[in-house]
Structure formats: C-alpha cells, structure tokens
C-alpha cells in the first residue's frame, strides 16, 4: 500500500477550504474514505482524483462570434 492516507484537516488545506467541507463530503458519502479505528483517512489519490472530476475547463470562445 503505497497511496498516502491524509486527514480531514489535510484535505481542507489542500482544498483552500475549511474542514467542514471534507466532513461533508465524507457525511453525504460523495468521496471515498478509510476509518482507521475511529479516525478517517482519504487516500491522496482520492483527492487528486476529485480535483480532476471537479475541474470545469474554459470555454473557447471563437474571434468574430456573434453573441
């Protein structure tokens, strides 16, 4: 097992968010988590991964568009 297991508070600073949101998203199940006795983990991966899902792109806009 090599993918490193961060904590709640890890995953809020690396968010730029406070750590109610993780918990939240741990709550509502909506990413995958690790209970170590009655700790919880997220995998970095899992992190990364959510990021990535989240990403919204820019749009390209093209020259002599009209709106």
Do not use: W
């Not at 890890?10 to 990413?31: K, N």
């Amino acid at each position: 097992m090599s993918a490193r297991l961060l904590t709640v508070d890890q995953v809020a600073e690396l968010l730029g968010t406070s750590v109610r949101f993780p918990r939240r998203l741990i709550e509502e199940r909506r990413i995958t988590f690790v209970k170590v006795g009655r700790h919880v983990r997220i995998p970095e991966r899992v992190v990364e991964a959510y990021i990535e899902t989240h990403t919204v792109q820019p749009v390209e806009r093209r020259i002599g568009a009209v709106a």
